[in-house]
């Protein structure tokens, strides 16, 4: 062995091996979401879970629990500080769209996103900027494999409150050992975003992180999970469990729309 090549050997960076487990699999996909190699392997045990556990009715129209992200799992990503992690709730819903990846694909791109939720979002307006919109849509962007980071700007109403922010989503193609395509996303707001005109109503997207999945079952179909993590300040006090309920109905409702939107309904 040469030493320039002892030399290159040493220096590739250790990875640890993709967890099993649903809430270690979403933590390591979110912190390794740049790294193309550790999405593949985060990818090859999700694909097992969401065939088989990610079916159940659990799954389905009630979701999993999950633990509030820390800082270790976020890494460097900006994101507000003034209110602790901890006060995150976490919910992950697994479900079976019937329409192909490709047709996912393509919405993704667009530049209005309301569709994601029509009664929720007054304004949802996407615009790509990093990666190439022609080279995501390609046949063999999961070859390469493409990304697009996408900056959204966003006004959300919550029981007729408009509260508007900023939110930061990137997408990357990826495939499995046997060659079946997966688009993965991770989302993050860089600041809170209050109600009010100037900004400061008190009335707050405070954190909100996201990891969407979005896997091929067949040239038809796709296997969907979405895990999110968030927090909103509201004036009235809502319980930890009904916020719990909130988050996994958003999920659900979005899942739907997004089906009721390419069916054109």
Known sequence: MTWLLWFSLACV????????????????????????????????NMALWLETEGQTEVARDDGFILEAL??????????????????????????????????????????????????KYEQYDRNITEGSKTDFLAADAH????????????????????????????????TTEDGRRALLARSWVPEYGCSGDDGEGGNCVELSFSVDLLYEKSSSEAYR?????????????????????????????????????????
């Open 70 to 119: 820390d800082a270790e799992t976020i890494g460097d990503l900006e994101y507000p500080t003034r209110t602790p992690l901890s006060e995150m709730v976490g919910v992950a819903i697994s479900r079976v769209s019937p329409y192909s990846i490709d047709r996912h694909a393509q919405i993704i791109t667009e530049f209005d996103q309301k569709w994601n939720s029509p009664t």
């Open 143 to 174: 070859n390469v494999p493409e990304f697009i980071f996408t900056h959204n700007d966003v006004i959300q109403e919550r029981l007729g409150i408009r509260i508007p922010y900023i939110l930061l989503k990137n997408y990357r193609w990826t």
């Open 13 to 44: 960076k250790s990875r640890d091996p993709a967890p099993e487990d649903l809430e270690g699999l979403i933590r390591y996909l979110y912190t390794n979401w740049e790294d193309p190699v550790s999405v593949e392997d985060g990818l090859e």
């Open 225 to 265: 999970m979405t895990a999110s993590w968030n927090y909103v300040s509201l004036i009235i006090d809502i319980p930890q469990d009904i916020q719990i309920d909130q988050l996994a109905g958003g999920i659900i409702g979005n899942m739907e729309s997004t089906d009721e939107y390419l069916a054109g309904e």
